[in-house]
């Protein structure tokens, strides 16, 4: 078996075509003989937080998009932020980049995050990506994902949008075989 470990990239081959992971870049999260869990971290919803969070939180207020995690459990919330001072029991993914780990630290971190000084970047996701034992495997093996380090400041990226294009052109830099930015095969 493959062995990952937390905070790896998962970039979308340009042939594949499932309209949840067509050009998705998936922060992995966990990876285990039994499956796999991540969340797609360049796919905004037309949604912000504020009204996602609305009847929880009355007092945020925030116009930041919801993230598309993945298709499973959409209605699960997950927040990723940058601050090692908020959320004391929340898990490091890599270095500068934690997940938060209970109900107490996710509205921590969007409290802190929502202020105009606020010490935290944070991303909200709803839903997650997951495999079943050997399914991401399988993906692998076929092609439909490249892997690449984890990086905090490209999974908290301003313009998420361009996200998979910078993590092909630095597999393209990395191994010089990988085509960049090329949606038609044939053009090459």
């Given at each position: 078996?493959?062995?990952f470990t937390t905070g790896q ?98 509205e921590e971190v969007v409290r802190?995050?929502t202020q105009s000084s606020g ?70």
């Amino acid at each position: 078996m493959l062995q990952f470990t937390t905070g790896q990239l998962l970039i979308a081959a340009d042939h594949l075509r499932d309209p949840n992971f067509y050009r998705s870049v998936v922060l992995m999260l966990e990876h285990t003989e039994e499956g796999a869990m991540g969340l797609v971290v360049n796919k905004p919803s037309g949604i912000t937080v504020e009204t996602a969070l609305n009847e929880q939180m009355t007092d945020v207020k925030c116009e930041t998009p919801v993230f598309l995690g993945g298709p499973v459990e959409r209605s699960a919330l997950f927040v990723l932020h940058n601050s090692p001072i908020l959320g004391k029991q929340d898990e490091q993914i890599l270095p500068g980049l934690y997940l938060a780990g209970s109900h107490d630290s996710f509205e921590e971190v969007v409290r802190a995050g929502t202020q105009s000084s606020g010490p935290a970047n944070f991303r909200v996701f709803c839903g997650y990506a997951g495999w079943g034992g050997g399914q991401l495997e399988g993906e692998l093996a076929r092609g439909d994902w490249h892997l690449q380090p984890g990086d905090a400041p490209l999974v908290l990226e301003e313009d998420p949008y361009g996200t998979w294009e910078i993590c092909l052109r630095r597999l393209h830099r990395a191994n010089r075989i990988l085509p960049h930015n090329v949606r038609n095969p044939d053009w090459n």
